[in-house]
T-cell receptor, first 116, second 118 residues
Framework: GAGVSQSPSNKVTEKGKDVELRCDPI?????LYWYRQSLGQGLEFLIY????????KSGLPSDRFSAERTGGSVSTLTIQRTQQEDSAVYLC??????????????FGPGTRLLVL | AQKVTQAQTEISVVEKEDVTLDCVYE???????LFWYKQPPSGELVFLIR??????QNEISGRYSWNFQKSTSSFNFTITASQVVDSAVYFC???????????????FGQGTELSVKP
C-alpha cells in the first residue's frame, strides 16, 4: 500500500515568512511523528500525535513551531517567522499505534526547507 | 540519560568485503527497543530491524545480521559480502518503553556513512 507522503518535497522561503509542511500517514496508522534532520544536530524528534492529540511536544525547539492533526490523519507542521537555522529536512513518520508498544515507525521522503 | 553513539562517521569498503557498523546506547529503562534504519542517497529512511530489550537472540536476514549484547549496551550491524547498493547512511535508534517515553519517540545516533566501491 501507499507509504507516508509529505509535501512539498522542497521549500525555499525568505527569513521571516511562515511555512506549512504537510504529512499524510499510512492509512490506519494512529500515531504520527515529526522529526528534523540537520547537519549540525542530526535527527531530532519534534512532536508525537496519537490520534488528534499531541501528548509529547517536548522536541519543538521554540514557540514558532506548532503542529496539528485533523481527523486522525493528515498533519501540518507550521513554522512562523522562519529563521535561517530552521533550514533542515523535516521528516514525518507514522506507526500503527504509539505509546509503550513502540511499534515500528515508517518514514516519509521528507520536506527539504531552505530559509534564505 | 538516553543516548545512541555511532562512533564510525564514515566507512569505505570494496565490494564483497564484510563490514560491521557499531552502535552503543545508554538508557534509564529496563524495557526498550532498538532499531536500524538505512538512508540511501534518495533521502528516505528505510526500516531494517526492530529489537526489544528482552530478546538478545542475534538475527540474520540475507546478507544482514545484527548482534545485540546487553552486557555491553551494543547493537551492531554486519553486512556480509557488501554490494554497491548498500552505500547509504545507516542510523541506529533507541526508544525507551517506560514512563520517560510514553509516546515512543526515537533517539537516533549520528549515523554511519557507508561507501561500497566496485
Amino acid at each position: 500500500g501507499a507509504g507516508v507522503s509529505q509535501s512539498p518535497s522542497n521549500k525555499v522561503t525568505e527569513k521571516g515568512k511562515d511555512v506549512e509542511l504537510r504529512c499524510d500517514p499510512i492509512s490506519g496508522h494512529t500515531a504520527l511523528y515529526w522529526y528534523r534532520q540537520s547537519l549540525g544536530q542530526g535527527l531530532e524528534f519534534l512532536i508525537y500525535f496519537q490520534g488528534n492529540s499531541a501528548p509529547d511536544k517536548s522536541g519543538l525547539p521554540s514557540d514558532r513551531f506548532s503542529a496539528e492533526r485533523t481527523g486522525g490523519s493528515v498533519s501540518t507542521l507550521t513554522i512562523q517567522r522562519t529563521q535561517q537555522e530552521d533550514s533542515a529536512v523535516y521528516l514525518c513518520a507514522s506507526s500503527l499505534v504509539g505509546g509503550v508498544l513502540q511499534e515500528t515507525q515508517y518514514f516519509g521522503p521528507g520536506t527539504r526547507l531552505l530559509v534564505l | 540519560a538516553q543516548k545512541v553513539t555511532q562512533a564510525q562517521t564514515e566507512i569505505s569498503v570494496v565490494e564483497k568485503e564484510d563490514v560491521t557498523l557499531d552502535c552503543v546506547y545508554e538508557t534509564r529503562d529496563t524495557t526498550y527497543y532498538l532499531f536500524w534504519y538505512k538512508q540511501p542517497p534518495s533521502g528516505e529512511l528505510v526500516f531494517l530491524i526492530r529489537r526489544n530489550s528482552f530478546d538478545e537472540q542475534n538475527e540474520i536476514s540475507g546478507r544482514y545480521s545484527w548482534n545485540f549484547q546487553k552486557s555491553t549496551s551494543s547493537f551492531n550491524f554486519t553486512i556480509t559480502a557488501s554490494q554497491v547498493v548498500d552505500s547509504a547512511v545507516y542510523f541506529c535508534a533507541l526508544s525507551e518503553a517506560g514512563i520517560y517515553n510514553q509516546g515512543g519517540k526515537l533517539i537516533f545516533g549520528q549515523g554511519t556513512e557507508l561507501s561500497v566501491k566496485p
